[in-house]
């Protein structure tokens, strides 16, 4: 035990003897962190979260070595018309004619559209190759003709494939279809759809506002169009949920502080705490993303609770007509340990994201640790200062006080409902603790089923919104958000949709003979989640392009049927003399972005079920992966997505079991050290294994996975419940240790005091946090949800539980005590 109430004097000595000092520090480092807010950038959607995955790196490969060397890459549009039949003629115009619109745009950047219009067009009219031609040609055949014509094309798996599962080939009618339009677009890269900044974001907004004289119901979606929303919507759910977090803190502020001058000094407290902790951000070159979004909430949990224990303590001895200094030293003596106590297993649980293998989350760590000793040095040193020289300026100005009772004060109402836990806790703690171990048990075994999820859509708004929020003036109101409503639609209406596919990526020597057999025989009997074609799996491939340029070529034809032994046609011998005339052929930039140039490494694009599941998609591309006798890698964003959902968890049980054992030493130590009681760092730590077998048991029963944000909540839910069990327990430690307090009196003050100041702090920001509900951001609204429930539970079992485990402990150190006296002869 160390005798730490001689530094605890020296900062109380050195605060009430310098208070306008301490508060001109504190304003010029203000100043000298405010100066990094400018140097803060952003980084949003889902591409933060696939550095250094395995996965991604594949995918990485791929793009490297099969995107052209030129400064333009390939972008698609999709076009999505629904009609009463997409295959009537009105319809197939209707589409024939936004093509016509679309390449008539150089704006626009498109090279080239494809529909199943224009191939009926075409099988009306073989020579109609431009979309003027095959418009003519669809306006002068009769309905009879076309449906002949539409009967005949849709034949092909090829072109019914870009129509919905309805099609119904007899009467050749569908709901709806989809039209493709090709870019070259300068600086688009493969992440551009989930970075949150794409080129192709204003190309296709523009598409979309040139459907709007079409006769039938055409949508645009691509990467744009996410990309523009994924940024919009994160303007928009700030906008949302900032004044409304606002209102309730400074509502919920000004009822627990109840003075404007004290209620002043707690709101300038929180803004230098943010500032200086986003002012490192800046200083430390940490851009600000999805993830960082959560990281002001939490230094309003925690500098809030803060705030109302320094001025409710403080309070609490002027309203013993004690002056102000000697009452502030108090103040400082009692508070900066628990503080201390706080802080330090706070870090520990934001630190312990440190194991986790992605970046955005050892970010969030880092921000938060350094954010919550911010908030300790602020609230801890800089408000006390702050606090004492303006009570000197009020009395030397006759500035008069407003309501200074602490809350929760003796005999109030809110301290006899606070009791309620040092009555149980008195009549039947073992019969308690016992209920309470049954139910930490079950609900964390409920828990352990929790799902884990990592999608694109996590970041985008639901598909429908509530109608109170279109209800909401400007600019309050949020935009008209329809990515989510048409990536549900393609995956309801389309056997497969954009971006459905694996890719294969393979290494080793193609110019052997059985090199493109093996690829091509790669295909047979493909798993349930495969697209199939004819018994084998839809997949575009070096094999695919050589089959399709030799029906365009006679010449290259025959070249692979004298090097085709089984007639099946794909080569076996002299591969490399195939290649060589296929990379100087019209068709180059194609083959080349199947294979690469020194013929070691290629491709295989399998198409996948829209309605399949990312487990399903991920096991089977490993499987076809695996089939290979070279080295393939499965590949492609649903890959890397599962990867990413995979180390999610794993991250959340590593910084969970971190974050605890490295909390239950640091309590341990720390009250053996301040107070020669170990075993008080176990009761600290009994109410946080509660909330936190709660709270993973509730997530589970409201359908919150852990995704992005909520994987955090565990450590999280590890440093907040500490910010609430701690001020118990060191307060019930000094009153215990006090002249004259039995257990009952130490458990009734503590409560009585320290209980208030925690109901202030727990209703403040569970309300704060808990409005995030209503961010557009889904993923967003389930982190306000789950750390609110987090801040409410650790109140709950601090108060609840916490009595009944100080109880047990008295009983057991008397014990203790007891049968190591020596007895008497």
Do not use: C
Not at 114 to 136: C, F, H, K, N, Y
Not at 661 to 684: D, P, R, S
Not at 738 to 764: F, I, K, N
Request: net charge negative; charged share 15%.
């Amino acid at each position: 035990m160390i005798d730490y109430e001689v530094y605890v004097d020296r900062l109380g000595g050195f605060i009430v003897e310098n208070p306008g000092r301490v508060v001109a520090l504190f304003f010029v480092l203000t100043l000298v962190f405010g100066a990094g807010l400018g140097n803060i950038s952003t980084d949003s959607g889902t591409s933060q979260f696939t550095e250094d995955s395995p996965a991604q790196e594949a995918l990485d490969d791929v793009n490297r070595e099969f995107s052209p060397a030129f400064e333009t890459s390939s972008g698609s549009t999709q076009l999505i018309q629904r009609d009463d039949n997409v295959l009537s003629k009105p319809a197939m115009l209707d589409m024939l004619r936004l093509q016509e619109r679309i390449l008539s745009r150089p704006d626009l950047r498109a090279t080239s559209t494809s529909s199943v219009a224009s191939t009926v067009a075409q099988t009306l009219d073989p020579s109609a190759t431009t979309i003027d031609e095959q418009i003519g040609a669809l306006e002068s055949a009769s309905p009879s003709e076309v449906r002949a014509a539409a009967k005949q094309a849709t034949a092909s798996p090829q072109v019914s494939s870009l129509l919905s599962d309805d099609f119904n080939r007899q009467s050749v009618e569908a709901s709806s279809t989809i039209g493709v339009v090709s870019h070259e677009v300068p600086g688009l890269s493969s992440s551009a759809g989930t970075s949150g900044t794409s080129p192709m974001t204003g190309i296709q907004e523009e598409i979309q506002t040139m459907t709007s004289v079409s006769n039938s119901d055409i949508r645009v979606f691509g990467s744009g169009i996410i990309s523009g929303e994924l940024g919009n919507v994160i303007a928009d759910s700030l906008l949302l949920v900032v004044p409304a977090a606002v209102l309730l803190i400074f509502g919920f502020l000004v009822v627990a502080y109840r003075d404007p001058i004290d209620l002043l000094l707690g709101v300038v407290s929180l803004v230098i705490a943010v500032v200086w902790t986003f002012g490192f951000m800046g200083l430390a070159g940490i851009a600000f993303s999805q993830m960082l979004i959560a990281v002001p909430p939490l230094l309003l949990a925690v500098g809030i609770d803060f705030g109302l224990h320094a001025v409710n303590r403080y309070r609490e001895e002027r309203v013993k007509d004690i002056s102000p200094v000697p009452s502030m030293r108090t103040t400082i003596k009692q508070l900066s340990v628990a503080f201390f106590i706080v802080t330090g297993t706070t870090v520990l649980g934001f630190l312990a994201n440190a194991t986790s293998d992605l970046a955005p989350i050892r970010d969030f760590g880092l921000v938060a640790a350094v954010g919550i000793i911010f908030t300790f040095l602020v609230f801890g040193v800089f408000l006390p200062a702050a606090k004492l020289y303006a009570d000197e300026l009020r009395e030397k100005y006759n500035v008069p006080e407003f309501a200074s009772d602490p809350l929760g004060s003796e005999g109030g109402m809110l301290a006899r409902v606070l009791s309620g836990g040092v009555v149980v806790g008195r009549k039947a703690p073992r019969a308690f603790l016992v209920v309470i171990l049954l139910t930490t048990v079950v609900a964390g075994a409920y828990g352990t089923g929790v799902d884990t999820t990592f999608s694109q859509e996590d970041f985008l708004p639901p598909e429908d919104q509530p109608a109170y929020l279109q209800q909401l003036p400007e600019p309050f109101k949020p935009g008209v958000y329809t990515v989510t409503k048409d990536l549900n639609y393609l995956e309801d209406n389309f056997e497969s949709t954009q971006g459905d596919s694996v890719t294969i990526y393979v290494e080793g020597q193609l110019r052997q003979d059985s090199s493109l057999e093996m690829i091509h025989r790669n295909g047979e009997d493909p798993p349930e989640s495969f697209v199939t074609d004819d018994r084998r799996a839809e997949a575009t491939s070096i094999v695919t392009v050589i089959q399709s340029y030799a029906e365009q070529d006679p010449e290259f034809a025959a070249l692979v049927a004298r090097n085709d032994a089984d007639g099946n046609g794909v080569p076996d011998d002299n591969l490399e003399t195939i290649y060589d005339e296929l990379l100087s052929s019209p068709v180059s930039n194609q083959a080349s972005s199947y294979i690469t140039e020194d013929y070691r490494q290629t491709r295989i694009v399998y198409t996948v079920e829209g309605d399949a599941t990312q487990d399903e998609i991920v096991a089977d591309g490993k499987l076809v992966a695996e089939r290979l006798r070279m080295d393939a890698t499965a590949t492609g964003s649903t890959v890397v997505f599962k990867g990413v959902s995979d180390t999610i968890l794993l991250s959340a049980i590593e910084s969970l079991t971190v974050a605890l054992a490295a909390t239950a030493l640091f309590l341990v130590v720390i009250y053996q050290l301040l107070e020669g009681q170990w075993t008080l760092g176990v009761v600290n730590l009994v109410p946080i294994v509660v909330s936190i077998a709660l709270l993973a048991g509730t997530m589970r029963y409201l359908g919150i996975p852990l995704n992005a944000l909520t994987a955090t909540i565990l450590s999280i839910a590890i440093g907040l419940g500490i910010d609430y069990s701690a001020h118990v327990v060191h307060r019930f430690a000094d009153e215990y240790n006090a002249e004259g307090h039995d257990l009952d009196e130490a458990l009734r003050l503590t409560v009585g005091g320290t209980g208030g100041a925690l109901t202030g702090s727990m209703l403040t920001t569970t309300t704060g946090l808990g409005v995030l509900a209503i961010a557009i951001t889904p993923v967003l609204g389930q982190f306000g949800v789950v750390t609110a429930l987090s801040i409410f539970y650790s109140y709950l079992t601090a108060l609840l539980v916490t009595p009944s485990a100080i109880v047990l402990w008295e009983q057991w150190t008397q014990q203790d005590t007891a049968t190591a006296a020596p007895t008497s002869p």
